[in-house]
């Protein structure tokens, strides 16, 4: 018997909804949030209202896309943590309210384990274990993947993630929300030695860029000091620049967390895996250390809700349900350990 499987993601501000049939994708839906653009972040509360508007109509586009009716699902997954807590409460509502009304299982998912598992939507895959670079505007962990279901924590930034970094350096620069795409963008046309930032000295495999940002900062207001459109007279070259130095902070860790663990797939997912140079880069890491490299489409990228029915597929497979009173968490760390 099929195993179809209706997910739905709902952990910050995009509305998605997915149909898998033993475990291939045949619907991955998304409803954007635009009113975010004016404020320069989300805003829970708009957020979440949002969603209560887009999750009725995308789960239905979902379902009609993948030629699938609500009687034939076997269960229904949702985003069950990290995220805002307004957000997850709608997805997770309707998708109790759903499994209950067909009498069918529910499947609470680690949105940052989904994000890893991203990279089994489509071939090829990595074999186990792996390592993958998880990077996003709310984490930045290296993770050892050593099966579907079991994954810990090897490495993780201590302040700011990577695509926080991103943001907030383009917010510095004074580009529009979401800044980050926006540097990935006009670096692609800049200098990326022109300027050099520094890399900072953090033992072991974590990360940090609350210095890197400072830095930038600083950096900005000396030039402009000498020269007000400083900024405007080398956007290309201050954006491949601080490009190119989180990039590296990124891979050099990866560098020594494959020297550590022996293993040599490596993989990327999370928001910041579609930024263009850090695509490109890991390809060029992986040719010159001997990796197998992993990249998952674009679409699989970003918060959707492919990643979550991939990772409810394994948990189906495994029996591993939630119950209707699971809650919530905008922290969480089932799913993913630290060791």
Not at 14 to 30: E, H, R, W
Not at 64 to 75: F, I, Q
Not at 166 to 179: E, V
Not at 296 to 308: L, S, V
């Amino acid at each position: 018997m099929s195993v179809k499987i209706l997910a739905i993601e709902s952990s910050c501000d995009d509305t998605g909804a997915a149909v898998l049939v033993d475990g291939k994708i045949l619907s991955n839906k998304i409803a954007n949030q635009k009113v975010h653009e004016q404020y320069g972040g989300v805003v829970p509360e708009l957020a979440s209202r949002a969603h209560q508007e887009n999750i009725v109509p995308v789960v239905d586009i979902a379902l009609k896309t993948a030629g699938v009716k609500p009687e034939e699902l076997s269960a229904i997954a949702f985003t069950q943590s990290p995220g805002l807590i307004g957000s997850l409460l709608v997805g997770s509502c309707f998708a109790k309210s759903m499994a209950l009304a067909l009498d069918i299982p529910l499947i609470g998912v680690h949105h940052m384990q989904a994000h890893v598992l991203a990279n089994f939507i489509d071939d090829p895959k990595p074999d186990f274990p792996f390592l993958c670079l998880t990077v996003s505007g709310g984490h930045t962990q290296i993770v050892l993947c050593e099966s579907p279901l079991s994954m810990r924590v090897i490495g993780e930034t201590l302040d700011d993630a990577a695509g926080e970094a991103f943001d907030k350096t383009a917010k510095i620069l004074g580009l529009p929300y979401p800044g980050g795409p926006l540097i990935d963008k006009y670096a692609q046309t800049g200098d990326p030695d022109r300027f050099k930032f520094p890399e900072p000295k953090i033992p072991g495999l974590d990360f940090s860029f609350s210095g890197l940002k400072t830095a930038i900062l600083y950096f900005l207001q000396e030039n402009q000091q000498q020269d007000p459109e400083f900024i405007q007279h080398n956007l290309a070259d201050i954006c491949a620049s601080i490009q190119q130095r989180i990039i590296s902070i990124l891979l050099n860790k990866v560098v020594k967390a494959t020297r550590e663990t022996g293993v040599k797939d490596v993989a990327i997912a999370g928001g910041v895996s579609a930024n263009s140079g850090l695509r490109a880069a890991l390809q060029e890491y992986g040719q010159q250390h001997g990796w197998r490299t992993f990249i998952p489409k674009f679409e699989y990228c970003t918060d959707n809700a492919g990643m979550i029915a991939i990772t409810a597929y394994y948990k189906y497979l495994a029996g591993d349900f939630a119950s209707l009173d699971a809650v919530p968490t905008a922290r969480a760390e089932f799913g993913l350990q630290r060791g």
